[in-house]
């Protein structure tokens, strides 16, 4: 097999491709880049590394620019990575998975081209969630849930710790703070959650007994159809935080959900863990995260 003309001849009708038939210029680069990256494996195992160097030059000198070995390293790495039972999806650009090949973690992958495609994020904002290292922040029973694909819940996606933008450089914390930098980004704070979160409201107003109480933070997630209780604590969690959180999700439930949506879950983020605390906690709706301020 005449390697190289087979890459050439591939990449040429991938040019006329784009040219004649730009509704699919992302399909076709995929299939193109994922053959020619095959190509480029076969003949490596044929002809040595190599081959990777002189092919660059004979594809520059007939084809132009834009055939750098680093490239055409990309090409085969690319099938090298999704050789191996992963599916591509036109839904993202080639761009969104050169950001992803040379990890060697198929899990972590398949995370963020889930989560890419979901979100609609462009390359810029995929490269920012690896870079805050989002699929290692979370839970290690929820990537077990992820791996075997089991039935996921709303508090399976949030991170571990849930990283909050400090902007203002602010040196001395209070709750008033933490949640003032919060609401100031509540969109990149929603999302580190997880996904489908709407904001309600802040210092939500209820009524118990013949006293006022303020929810720090209510949200609703519309996909797993539930409100979502959020406590701000600047210390280490305690027992008590976790009787505070149960009234006010027992007061949604009672006043604000309806019948066909899913009970209120509860949120408590901490500066400091305490396992024990919510290990010992009868109600599962209520999870506990750290915070980190960057």
């Not at 990449?11 to 004649?20: P, Q, S, T």
């Not at 834009?66 to 999806?89: A, E, I, M, N, P």
């Not at 509860?266 to 980190?292: F, H, L």
Request: aromatic content about 12%.
């Amino acid at each position: 097999m005449n390697y190289y003309n087979e890459i050439k001849n591939e990449l040429i009708n991938n040019e006329i491709n784009r040219k004649v038939k730009s509704y699919s210029i992302n399909k076709s680069d995929l299939n193109t880049y994922y053959n020619v990256g095959k190509m480029l494996s076969e003949a490596g195992k044929h002809y040595g590394e190599g081959i990777i160097k002189e092919y660059s030059k004979k594809l520059t000198n007939e084809l132009g620019k834009g055939y750098t070995q680093s490239r055409l390293r990309y090409f085969r790495r690319f099938y090298d990575v999704f050789s191996k039972c992963l599916t591509l999806s036109d839904k993202l650009s080639y761009s969104h998975y050169c950001e992803l090949i040379w990890n060697d973690d198929i899990n972590k992958i398949n995370y963020y081209i889930n989560i890419s495609i979901i979100q609609n994020l462009s390359v810029r904002q995929l490269r920012e969630k690896i870079k805050i290292n989002e699929y290692e922040r979370l839970p290690e029973d929820s990537k077990n849930k992820l791996i075997s694909k089991e039935k996921s819940t709303v508090e399976d996606f949030v991170k571990s710790p849930i990283i909050i933008k400090n902007n203002n450089n602010y040196e001395i914390i209070s709750e008033k703070i933490l949640q003032k930098l919060i609401l100031e980004d509540i969109e990149s704070f929603m999302k580190e959650l997880g996904n489908s979160f709407c904001f309600i409201g802040s210092e939500y107003k209820i009524r118990v007994g013949n006293s006022f109480n303020y929810i720090d933070l209510l949200l609703f997630n519309y996909e797993y159809n539930c409100f979502v209780v959020v406590e701000l604590k600047i210390t280490e969690l305690k027992k008590e935080h976790i009787g505070q959180i149960q009234i006010y999700m027992n007061y949604i439930d009672e006043n604000l959900r309806k019948i066909n949506q899913d009970k209120t879950i509860g949120i408590i983020i901490c500066k400091q863990d305490k396992k024990y605390v919510i290990k010992y906690c009868s109600d599962d709706r209520i999870i506990s995260r750290e915070y980190e301020l960057v």
